[in-house]
């Protein structure tokens, strides 16, 4: 079965710096997706940045990036530029190449951004 | 067509009652999912629906639980006599068959409070 870690229950950033939240699965497929999602509090759950495995260039959005290993089973998160917007809880998710519902989440880190 | 919309926001009953949540997903997305998510935790998965078809069902999903979703579009999460354990935010998502690097999208979720 799949698993989701993430090691870091809780994170702080000071703004307009950078933050990196670690991830890591476990998976004996080769192909599969990776995702990032932000939940703020009392807000839904909304997607930041996926990866496919069989890319090796890491994904990007804006000031949100990846450093995925995939030989590590390693799926990093960092955020660039950081502002008061990005405090949320941060899920690491992972799902399969076949045809189900296979989406397993990590716990979390929560990331807490100071002025 | 503006997401992924769950009614109630917040549910407060007491145990024993019988509650019933619903979810209505992007109108051209055929997938549904159901997560639970209790506090400090990601979201675990309940169930899901290609359009009218429950295809798979979690072993957290006791047979308390029913799901439905009668015509392929909205769909009901029911609890029978429910207990102080079930207290959780209730997630719902959905997607497009086919699309599997593109995540899910989720609703603003139910919380439960069983007293």
């Known amino acids: 079965a799949q698993t989701v870690t993430q090691s870091q229950p809780e994170m702080s950033v000071q703004e307009a710096e950078t933050v990196t939240l670690s991830c890591t699965y476990d998976?004996?497929?080769?192909?599969?997706?990776l995702f990032w999602y932000k939940q703020p509090p009392s807000r839904q759950m909304i997607l930041v940045i996926r990866?496919?495995?069989?890319?090796?260039q890491n994904a990007t959005e804006n000031r949100f990036s990846v450093n995925f290993q995939k030989a590590a089973k390693s799926f990093s998160l960092k955020i660039s530029d950081s502002q008061l917007g990005d405090a949320a809880m941060y899920f690491c998710?992972?799902?399969?190449?076949?045809?189900?519902?296979?989406?397993?989440f990590g716990a979390g880190t929560r990331l807490t951004v100071k002025p | 067509d503006t997401g992924v919309s769950q009614d109630p926001r917040h549910k407060i009953t007491k145990r024993g009652q019988n509650v019933t949540f619903r979810c209505d997903p992007i109108?051209?997305?055929?997938?549904l999912y159901w997560y639970r998510q209790t506090l400090g935790q990601g979201p675990e998965f309940l169930t899901y629906?290609?359009?009218?078809?429950?295809?798979?069902k979690s072993r957290l999903l006791s047979d308390r639980f029913s799901a439905e979703r009668p015509k392929g579009s909205f769909s009901t999460l029911e609890i029978q006599r429910t207990e102080q354990g079930d207290s959780a935010m209730y997630l719902c998502?959905?997607?497009?068959?086919?699309?599997?690097?593109?995540?899910?999208?989720f609703g603003s979720g139910t919380r439960l409070t069983v007293v």
């Open positions: 998502a959905s997607s497009l068959a086919g699309t599997r690097n593109y995540g899910y999208t």
């Open positions: 998976t004996s497929e080769s192909d599969y997706y």
């Open positions: 990866q496919e495995a069989y890319k090796q």
């Open positions: 998710a992972y799902r399969g190449p076949y045809n189900n519902n296979d989406m397993r």
């Open positions: 109108s051209e997305h055929n997938r």
């Open positions: 629906f290609q359009n009218e078809a429950q295809l798979e």
